[in-house]
């Protein structure tokens, strides 16, 4: 029989202390997250965060050392969130199942994530001075590896012919307005979406511009 060998306290409290730290950042950029939406990175503060997140601000910067490096830190996690729906390029037989799954996966991130789409949206509107570095670099190489799989399922008759480009900004534009307009698709609708409009709203989505590119459930271009 093997030997069983238990964990050492002080690999416990690595462990511990790794998980502890873990949690703290995160409960700093979720508050980060929805100050930053509200007051935009000029009228943000340090202090305000800190009241958020329920921390000292002493605490904020031990994690954090700067406002700006917190703003980054946030956008960074959405940014990054953003481009993990969309494994679904890489790892779908299909495009029908590939652009579902993306745009099911943006309109959740959209319901969970709105106060980090709406600091993107704020930074962009404002001509992104703090993170144009990412719509040069990273963004623009991560849309051009998307454009090139659309267009290989255009060329291959498997959807309609579609420029990739204005198809991707449809899917952002579409699925980011449920966060960066959340206010007034909640006013309008006398109140937050259930979970059943959500679904609603998902499959409608899905099936205008599946449909639109010669797509729907399961079928052909």
Known sequence: MGQTHAATPGAEKTGTRA????ETERVILDAAERVFAESGFGGATMQA???????PKANLHYYFASK???YRRVV???FTIWLEAADSFETSASPEVALRQYITRKMD??????FGSKVWANEVMHGAPIIQ?????TLREWTETRIAVIRRWSEAGQIRPVDPRWLLYLIWATTQHYADFAHQIETLNSGPLSDRQW?????TVCGIILRGIGLDDGGTA
């Open 19 to 22: 998980e502890m730290r873990e």
């Open 49 to 55: 965060i800190a009241d958020a997140s329920g921390l």
């Open 68 to 70: 700006e490096r917190l």
């Open 76 to 78: 960074e996690r959405i």
């Open 109 to 114: 991130l959209s319901r969970r994530h709105r």
């Open 133 to 137: 570095d990412y719509l040069e670099t």
């Open 199 to 203: 679904a609603e709203a998902t499959d």
